[in-house]
């Protein structure tokens, strides 16, 4: 007969719902699994909660929406065998656990912590069969960080809020980034072009008919060993002058092989930076949905299943018996050749890696992604198809290439020295882990020359002839503006963040409205120019980067149980206090003007609000006077009547951007949202489309009557109809011909590109 404390169950707790229900269908009936939803204890939003006299002690509170999920563990606790806590394998993951077992009263029940670093049956049964404690190392490293940014957003806030405007925000790592940002624009801005020139030649065999033409590119005299700038017009006259009818003969033919090694597996940075350059995901997103994949999904065949490692991750380990399984898929699928004869090890470079983490990479080689169609929203196969590529081509064979150099030297007419031209030719040998992915170069990568296209066959020896010399002027062009993907890397490469701060930093910095992200790139707005100059101004040492990446090595100290992690933070503090002092004694961030004020005729200056610049009287709090600056966005009256009184309404801006309010406010409040009509007709009732944006800023297209009608469209709709089937055609991404608009058909299949005139008539009226 069995004893009541036989059919205790196991207590296993985690973080979120998701992981549960995929643990659940793992372990089976004898486990119960609750989530906890993120922390259950956290510092108090009312106050700092960090006693700066008692090394920094925290004061930790139960928020309230945690109550009822803490008390639903203590009496889950009661009732089981044991206990175990298996959150995130991270520090967060490890502070979670802890503040878990201090909020519940937990330590009277047998606690146990697992740790995997994938949900599938193999690691978690592995897991639970090698339980271990808390390691209040990391606890401690998790603990040191909050500390430092309730420190800097509780007391470097409000001096924004003193001197430029309420409700602004510091922070430890989004200044940093800001300042990164900031300093990239003025750069920018700075940057005076330099004119340079390129000459390439045509050539073609000398008694040959021209059919068999290649490029060559002027490299300078045969004796210079590297290419010679040319600076201006008249340089390149001179040696366009000197190339033209002179003698051409093949110097030198070189041929070797050349191979490109793939890609290490994935990290959280380089995670973000190929899944912003292939589907302009933000780093939100793409941690969004890999968070999901992580946690599992159901698939028809097998239920719940995790899908890929753990994401928030700075290793490129990859574990044995994962490695061994994606060299069987190879052999398997593209054959033995295409299987390395050692299996590749990656060691992560940055001398802050984790590297008892493992790389992100799909938790079987076998799943393949069309397996998955069906099962998976189109953003979570995007990215699984992404994580699964990389990791399967890393275990992959080299790409092979032929790669031939030839050098051709002109000897100029006028006896001077013989200028060099060379032509280089890759052809793919052997496309190894090619076959599957190949990666993406960065935006701010490096132009290279142009290599020719099936060089003739030719010899050394030879003579040539030019067919055409052409000379092109180029301009040395500025740094790029920052993209998430490249900020993402230059942060890691400076040594700033962890993994699991880089998506959260990004979003901040935009929401706060320090930078604005447009075509994917990131531009400071001014509200980010002022804010990041007066950090710089009295906070030069805490706001830069290298500082910061100091803080972030002694965090890993700690987390290393190198070091207590309390004077890390005192070595922060201290020099904290001393530019608070001089930072508090400073003026606002105002700008004197020549407006003078029409109540009280005083002078007017410029400061900041809640929705951007105006003019405020010198003579507050006696006067009150403001009013916009000029040449800003003036008040805009309408033909729409107002609802309550029938006045006519006028447009202004709010929190969430323009509105229509009643011309006779404040003795009628009548508002009502502005509807941007874009000329298009619901394709559900036929009223108006109008454009509109979500909280986060968004835009989206919708029909006027909602919620009568809840028609919308996350692209954009065209005012064409479409051509097979008069249907409602949407716009379908950038514009890459000047004048054509891309297009698909949201009834058939119809994809093409029309006439941006015809899609959006009232642009081509406004330029004429």
């Known amino acids: ?30 486990y119960k699994i609750l989530p906890s939803v993120g922390h259950v204890r ?6 700092l909660g960090v006693d700066t006299e008692r090394d920094f002690a925290p004061e930790y509170e139960v928020p309230e929406d945690k109550l009822k999920i803490v008390e639903e563990i203590k009496e889950a606790a009661s009732k089981a065998s044991e206990v175990f806590l298996a959150t995130d394998p991270d520090r967060e993951g490890e502070a979670i656990s802890w503040h878990l077992l201090e909020a519940s009263n937990l330590r009277k029940f047998p606690i146990q912590r697992v740790v995997f670093h994938e949900i599938t049956p193999e690691a978690v049964k592995e897991a639970f069969e090698h339980p271990r404690e808390i390691d209040y190392d990391l606890v401690d490293a998790q603990q040191a960080r909050r500390v430092l940014d309730r420190l800097v957003g509780y007391q470097v806030s409000p001096i924004l809020w003193q001197k430029i405007r309420y409700g602004l925000s510091a922070g430890r790592v989004q200044s940093v980034a800001v300042r990164m940002v900031v300093e990239r624009e003025r750069e920018i801005q700075a940057f005076k072009p330099i004119e340079y020139w390129t000459i390439d030649v045509d050539l073609v065999a000398a008694a040959g008919d021209g059919s068999e033409a290649f490029i060559a590119r002027l490299v300078g005299p045969v004796s210079a060993k590297k290419k010679i700038e040319i600076p201006n017009q008249r340089e390149s006259d001179r040696l366009v002058g ?9 110097a030198d033919i070189k041929k070797r092989p050349q191979s490109r090694k793939p890609a290490a597996p994935f990290t959280t940075s380089t995670l973000q930076q190929d899944a912003s350059r292939r589907f302009s995901f933000t780093a939100k997103r793409t941690m969004a949905v890999a968070q999901q994949l992580y946690e599992g999904l159901k698939l028809p065949a097998e239920g719940q299943v995790g899908l890929i490692t753990y994401m928030r991750t700075d290793s490129t380990n990859i574990a044995e018996s994962a490695t061994r399984e994606a060299r069987e898929y190879i052999a398997g699928k593209f054959g033995k050749e295409y299987v390395p004869e050692k299996a590749r090890a990656y060691k992560t470079k940055g001398k802050r890696a984790q590297e008892a983490h493992e790389a992100i990479r799909a938790t079987s080689a076998m799943r393949e992604p069309e397996s998955l169609e069906g099962a998976l929203t189109k953003d979570q196969l995007r990215l699984y198809t992404l994580i699964w590529q990389r990791f399967v081509a890393c275990q992959m064979a080299d790409a092979e290439y032929d790669r031939t150099t030839v050098e051709v030297h002109s000897q100029p007419a006028d006896g001077s020295e013989a200028l060099l031209l060379r032509a280089t030719e890759s052809v793919l040998k052997f496309a190894g882990f090619q076959r599957i992915y190949e990666e993406q170069k960065d935006e701010d990568a490096p132009e290279e020359d142009p290599e020719a296209r099936g060089l003739p066959q030719i010899g050394k020896g030879d003579a040539l002839r030019a067919a055409g010399v052409k000379p092109e002027q180029h301009f040395t062009e500025p740094p790029p503006r920052y993209t998430e993907a490249s900020l993402v890397k230059a942060l890691e490469a400076n040594g700033i963040g962890r993994p699991s701060t880089y998506a959260p930093t990004l979003s901040t910095i935009q929401e706060r409205g320090y930078v604005k992200r447009e075509e994917r790139t ?20 805490i706001f830069s980067l290298g500082f910061t990446a100091e803080m972030e090595e002694e965090l890993d100290e700690v987390a290393r149980g190198e070091r207590p992690w309390a004077p890390v933070v005192r070595q922060f503090y201290d020099p904290l206090q001393v530019a608070m002092e001089a930072a508090a004694a400073a003026p606002k961030v105002e700008q004197l003007t020549e407006e003078v004020c029409e109540k009280c005729g005083k002078a007017m200056v410029k400061k900041w609000g809640r929705f951007g610049q105006f003019l405020a009287c010198t003579g507050y709090p006696e006067c009150k006077s ?12 309408t033909d729409e009547k107002c609802g309550e009184c029938d006045s006519p309404m006028s447009v202004k801006r709010g929190r969430f951007g323009k509105f229509l309010a009643c011309t006779r406010y404040p003795e009628c409040k009548g508002t009502k ?29 919708g029909c006027a009557t909602y919620p009568d009608c809840e028609f919308t469209s996350w692209s954009r709709p065209l005012q064409l109809p ?8 949407v716009s379908a991404g950038k514009a890459r011909v000047e004048g054509e608009t891309p297009a698909k058909c949201t009834q058939c299949e119809f994809k093409g590109a029309i006439k941006s005139a015809e899609a959006f008539p009232e642009l081509a009226e406004a330029s004429a």
């Open 1 to 30: 007969m069995a004893t009541k404390e036989s059919k205790k169950k196991r207590l296993v707790i985690v973080e979120s719902p998701a992981k549960a229900r995929t643990l659940t269908g793992i372990l089976g009936k004898e």
């Open 42 to 47: 956290d510092l108090p939003k009312s106050k």
């Open 242 to 250: 000197l190339l033209k009818d002179s003698p051409l003969t093949v």
């Open 522 to 541: 990131l531009v400071p707005q001014e509200l980010g120019f002022v804010v990041n100059d007066l950090l710089v101004e009295h906070f030069p040492n």
């Open 626 to 637: 403001t009013r916009p600056i000029e040449g800003e966005e003036e008040e805009q009256q």
């Open 673 to 701: 949202p502005l509807l941007i009509k874009i000329g298009v007709p619901c394709p559900d009732c036929g009223s108006d489309i109008v454009e509109k944006r979500t909280k986060k800023k968004r835009t989206f297209y």
């Open 722 to 729: 479409c051509p097979q089937c008069e249907g409602m055609l």
